[in-house]
């Protein structure tokens, strides 16, 4: 089993282990939340939003230790296979933090980087990550979702 793989599953532990107890720490602050509350960077979104990034590096991780547990057993085409599926986008990294109150609370930020400094996933990732560290307030769900769609349908065409 590579090194590199051990790194990237400690390093994907850490980032989750940060964003659960960033998940908790919230929780303790917002208390129970609305569920109609649907302003980016209200409480319910900022805790939907934490929930979504936590998930998303559980599942991750989970991902490549299947990756290595079909390497150490010797299952090489099972573990090429996984594999793909472990460098895959996980679905709401960094969009999670769309969603968050600003600023971004420490173990957040610092899940977001180690994962960002990685370089496990594809290129995207990164860069989204550096544009969500930026971000000044949450963007996400828009104020205006005709002006989002416009934006979004944009950004597809210049692909």
Not at 36 to 60: F, K, R
Request: glycine share 8%; proline share 5%.
């Amino acid at each position: 089993m590579s090194d590199d793989l051990r790194h990237v599953g400690r390093v994907l532990d850490e980032a989750h282990s940060l964003l659960v107890s960033e998940q908790t720490r919230l929780k303790e602050q917002y208390g129970s939340t609305r569920s109609d509350d649907s302003v980016a960077g209200g409480p319910q979104q900022t805790m939907q939003g934490i929930h979504a990034l936590a998930g998303s590096v559980g599942d991750a991780l989970k991902r490549i230790s299947l990756a290595v547990g079909f390497k150490a057993l010797g299952l090489d085409v099972r573990a090429e296979r996984a594999m793909v599926t472990a460098r895959m986008r996980p679905v709401s990294l960094p969009a999670g933090a769309e969603r968050m109150a600003r600023p971004l609370g420490e173990d957040t930020v610092r899940a977001l980087e180690m994962i960002r400094d990685l370089g496990f996933f594809p290129a995207e990732v990164a860069v989204e990550i550096d544009v969500v560290l930026a971000a000044p307030e949450a963007t996400y769900p828009p104020a205006d979702w005709a002006a989002y769609d416009r934006d979004r349908a944009s950004r597809a065409g210049q692909c």
